[in-house]
């Protein structure tokens, strides 16, 4: 999944693997220097991952 900004910018991603049939796990998050650590973007990230699961 990638995320960006409102300027259309790639600012983070992560990757998910399949565990089980019914579970996955979440391996990596990748933000840029410049939007980590403001408690915004990564938490988007794995809300909308969260979002989208089946």
Request: aromatic share 2%; with cysteine; net charge positive.
């Amino acid at each position: 999944m990638l995320a960006r900004d409102t300027s259309d910018r790639l600012v983070g991603c992560d990757t998910l693997r399949q565990a089980r049939p019914e579970a996955g796990e979440l391996k990596r998050l990748y933000m840029r220097s410049d939007g980590a650590g403001h408690g915004r973007g990564g938490r988007k990230l794995i809300e909308a991952r969260i979002r989208t699961a089946p």
